[in-house]
Structures are given as structure tokens and as C-alpha cells.
């Protein structure tokens, strides 16, 4: 079983749509949790922080639940900017990141 | 925000040669630098920790030998790939810790290396 599962996707959506991508983890003791967006042939980019009482940057809402380790982004008025691979990652105690295999989202005219 | 660089973009050589990949902290310091891998679509995995003025630590399957890591100051850490093959063929992508925020990673733009 990966650490970080994650629908791979691809996520094919009108502008406008709202989307949301979800994604567990296996190690009950991991203590952060991020989503990335990495676009094709670059470096991830930090989008958001996870925090268990929710967190939202504009357009962007993150979700975690630890209980059930379970984390969320939601993407709301989605622009043809935000087409990328969305990566959902999680660090532990040494600040080691694991990373998903990423959700692919195309979001087309 | 912080920027972390990496030298070379991008890197063709024959099979056995070896190759350095450096990445270097710009505007702070960093203590722990992190190598990565990663295949095409597939995720980044984690290869090793880099800390300054120790040696590195490996994930399992890494061999140390063949992917030396020195990590000789605050803002510089260097991946040499000895002897590559095609099958190293990949782009690397190191992360550094700032010292200051130590919960968040900046990644460099990445090396893609292919071996021929």
C-alpha cells in the first residue's frame, strides 16, 4: 500500500467548475500535510498548508481529517491557469516529505 | 520568498561518466537539503537527507555509493550520479530547509539528467 494515495486522475473540467481532489495517507503519525502544484517538467510549487480546522486561499479550500486521514483540496471558479498535476503531500516528525503520485486536472475553455 | 537554485537545468552525457548536480540556498541558510527523483508520471521519491557537516542518510534502495552527497556548508549541497547508466536517466530535484522556517521545504527548479 503507497503512503500517499491519490486519484490519479485526469480531472477534465469546464472553466468555471468547481473540483475537488482527495487523498489518504497511512502513517497515523505524520504531522504535516501540504498540497503541491507541479506543471509539467518543473519543480513542485507549494500551494497550501493543511490544517485540520480547514484552510482556504481564495478559489482554494483545504481540508484534513485526521481521524480518518483523509485530506481534501477543493477548487472553486476553476481558470485554465490552474491545469496542472496536484500533488498531495505529508511530512513526519524529521521533516521528510512523502509524495503522492499526483491528480492530474485539465480544466479546458 | 526564499529561492533555491540548481546547476546544471539539465545535463546529457555517456553512459559511465559521472555527473554533479549542485543546489545551492540563495537568500538563506540551510542545514537540511533534500534529494529527490523523480520519473516520468511518476511521483517525486525521496532519495536522501543531506545535512550540513554530516554525513548524508538514504532512503532504502538508494545506494550511497553510487549517488554521493556533500553537504559542506549552509547554503550548498552537491548529488554527484557516479558511473550513470540510461536507467538513471531522471529528473533530480532538491529541496532546502530554512533554518528559520523549518516546516516548510523550497524546492529548485530541477536537473534533468539523460544518460546515453
Known amino acids: 500500500r503507497k503512503e500517499v494515495e491519490q486519484d490519479p486522475g485526469p480531472f477534465n473540467v469546464p472553466e468555471g467548475a468547481t473540483v475537488a481532489f482527495n487523498c489518504t495517507y497511512s502513517n497515523s503519525a505524520s504531522q504535516s500535510f501540504f498540497w503541491y502544484r507541479q506543471d509539467c517538467r518543473k519543480e513542485p510549487k507549494l500551494l497550501m498548508s493543511?490544517?485540520?480546522s480547514g484552510n482556504e486561499d481564495g478559489r482554494f479550500t483545504a481540508q484534513l481529517n485526521r481521524a480518518s486521514q483523509y485530506i481534501s483540496l477543493l477548487i472553486r471558479d476553476s481558470k485554465l491557469s490552474d491545469s496542472a498535476t496536484y500533488l498531495c503531500?505529508?511530512?513526519?516528525?524529521?521533516?521528510?516529505?512523502?509524495f503522492g503520485s499526483g491528480t492530474r486536472l485539465l480544466v479546458r475553455p | 520568498g526564499a529561492v533555491v537554485s540548481q546547476h546544471p537545468s539539465w545535463v546529457i552525457c555517456k553512459s559511465g561518466t559521472s555527473v554533479k548536480i549542485e543546489c545551492r540556498s540563495l537568500d538563506f541558510q540551510a542545514t537540511t537539503m533534500f534529494w529527490y527523483r523523480q520519473f516520468p508520471k511518476q511521483s517525486l521519491m525521496l532519495m536522501a537527507t543531506s545535512n550540513e557537516g554530516s554525513k548524508a542518510t538514504y532512503e532504502q534502495g538508494v545506494e550511497k555509493d553510487k549517488f554521493l552527497i556533500n553537504h559542506a556548508s549552509l547554503t550548498l549541497s552537491t548529488l554527484t550520479v557516479t558511473s550513470a547508466h540510461p536507467e538513471d536517466s531522471s529528473f533530480y530535484i532538491c529541496s532546502a530547509r530554512d533554518l528559520a522556517v523549518p516546516d516548510t521545504q523550497y524546492f529548485g527548479p530541477g536537473t534533468r539528467l539523460t544518460v546515453l
Open positions: 493543511v490544517y485540520s
Open positions: 503531500v505529508v511530512g513526519d516528525s524529521s521533516y521528510k516529505l512523502i
